[in-house]
């Protein structure tokens, strides 16, 4: 089992910033993929970014390509989303999840991202 706990979501204005951590415990997680996804109200979940946790290799969607990065701390199991130039459209609960590189197995319980006009 892996258990994955995010944080640092929050309201933030348009054109700002904010960092999301995922901190991973349990199995493992050095051969997992780890992605981010976010579910806006009314919408289906969507990918959002993931990498892989030995090389550091990402990948986004093309909506937040060239804003968001994603990176990762080894010593502290811990994911990172840097958000830069927030859209209110990016406004949506954020899941960290391990597995992939495709389906994912584990998932964190969100946390919450609102950004205003």
């Known amino acids: 089992q892996v258990q994955l706990v995010e944080s640092g979501g929050g309201l933030v204005q348009a054109g700002g910033s904010l960092r999301l951590s995922c901190a991973a415990s349990?199995?493992?997680?050095?051969?997992?993929?780890m992605g981010w996804f976010r579910q806006a109200p009314g919408k289906e979940r969507e990918f959002v970014a993931r990498?892989?946790?030995?090389?550091?290799?990402?990948y986004y969607a093309d909506s937040v390509k060239g804003r968001f990065t994603v990176s990762r701390d080894t010593a502290k199991n811990t994911v990172y989303l840097q958000m830069n130039s927030l859209k209110p459209e990016d406004t949506a609960v954020y899941y960290c999840?391990?597995?992939?590189?495709?389906?994912?197995?584990?998932w964190g319980q969100g946390t919450q991202v609102t950004v205003s006009s």
């Open positions: 349990g199995r493992t997680v050095s051969r997992y993929y």
């Open positions: 990498l892989t946790w030995s090389f550091g290799s990402s």
């Open positions: 999840a391990a597995g992939g590189p495709t389906s994912f197995d584990y």
